[in-house]
């Protein structure tokens, strides 16, 4: 199985993923985490990441890219992308790069979740990039950069939407029940 997870920052995207790869043992790629890795390994491309992530940014598409083919292309096994794509540039080199490897994407995961409902789950989890100045940049560039990929994806056929509001547990129900038909 290869999936996205879409959805803002906050939308539960990294929540919802344990239980999805344990479910369908797939390998997660969280760009958020091998970003933030790199950023507490100190290496060159983290310190060029940290400050873009601390203020909401998003790191270069360049960047990014240069992580995912790495991760991709040695992959056997089905995964679950999270925090990627970000932008239509992303989208579209993933879309080259599966279609090389002849692994197209079976689904996209959209979570619906409203923008009140995020600041207030952001803020009480406390993360550096958690503060209210940032994520109101960080809920700016989501709208600009990444909520075209809802389109995107489903002018493809492949775009399943998940209201994301509620107990995680339930959230989790509605997420099987749509992924089961994949396996
Ligand atoms: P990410 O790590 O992807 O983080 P996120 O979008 O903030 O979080 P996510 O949606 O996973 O929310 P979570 O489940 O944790 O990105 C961080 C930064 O990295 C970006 O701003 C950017 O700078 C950079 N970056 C990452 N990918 C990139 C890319 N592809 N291109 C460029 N830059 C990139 O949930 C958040 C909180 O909500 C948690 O505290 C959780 O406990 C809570 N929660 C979850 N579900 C809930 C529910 N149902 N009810 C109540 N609370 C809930």
Do not use: W
């Not at 873009?52 to 992308?81: Q, R, T, Y």
């Not at 959209?110 to 406390?126: A, M, Q, Y």
């Amino acid at each position: 199985m290869r999936t996205v997870l879409l959805g803002a920052p906050g939308s539960g995207k990294g929540t919802q993923a344990e239980g999805i790869v344990a479910r369908y043992a797939i390998t997660h790629i969280s760009t958020g985490d091998l970003l933030r890795a790199e950023v507490a390994a100190g290496s060159e491309l983290g310190n060029r990441a940290k400050a873009i992530m601390e203020a909401g940014g998003l790191v270069s598409d360049d960047i990014v890219l240069g992580m995912m083919e790495a991760k991709l292309g040695g992959l056997e096994k089905g995964f679950l992308l999270d925090g990627f794509p970000r932008t239509l540039a992303q989208a579209e080199s993933l879309d080259n790069l599966l279609a090389r490897l002849g692994k197209p994407l079976d689904c996209v995961l959209f979570f619906d979740v409203d923008f009140d409902e995020i600041t207030r789950r952001l803020l009480s989890r406390g993360r550096a990039d958690d503060v209210e100045e940032v994520i109101r940049k960080r809920l700016a560039v989501y709208e600009e950069q990444t909520a075209p990929l809802i389109e995107y994806y489903a002018n493809k056929g492949v775009l399943q939407t998940v209201k994301g509001v509620g107990v995680i547990e339930e959230i989790s129900a509605k997420i099987f029940a749509v992924l089961d038909a994949y396996r």
